[in-house]
């Protein structure tokens, strides 16, 4: 599988919410095996720029799922997806 998962991330958020959602995605790509990176937007503008250009929002926060630079989404769709088990059409594996 050649496919690239990228989760954007930001290591310095107050909110807790984005916190709890970035966790969850990370565990949850984690135990299903399932190779992802994780770019930290809090380190570069040029990342939040990228980021935001892929979701296709200039005010889009993290975490944002990207699968070889296609857009899948966000913590909302993600755990949809996740609940009705179409994680792997969601992240655009099969």
Known sequence: M???ITLYY???SSNQQIKKAQQKISMV???KGINFEIVDIAASAE????MRELVGDPTAL???IVNDGVYCG????FETAVE???LETF???Q
């Open 47 to 50: 990342d939040k720029d990228k």
């Open 62 to 64: 993290p975490p944002q």
């Open 84 to 86: 009705d088990e179409q």
């Open 91 to 93: 992240l655009k594996l």
């Open 2 to 4: 050649s496919q690239k």
């Open 74 to 77: 966000d913590f909302s769709a």
């Open 29 to 31: 790509l984690e135990s």
């Open 10 to 12: 930001s290591t310095i």
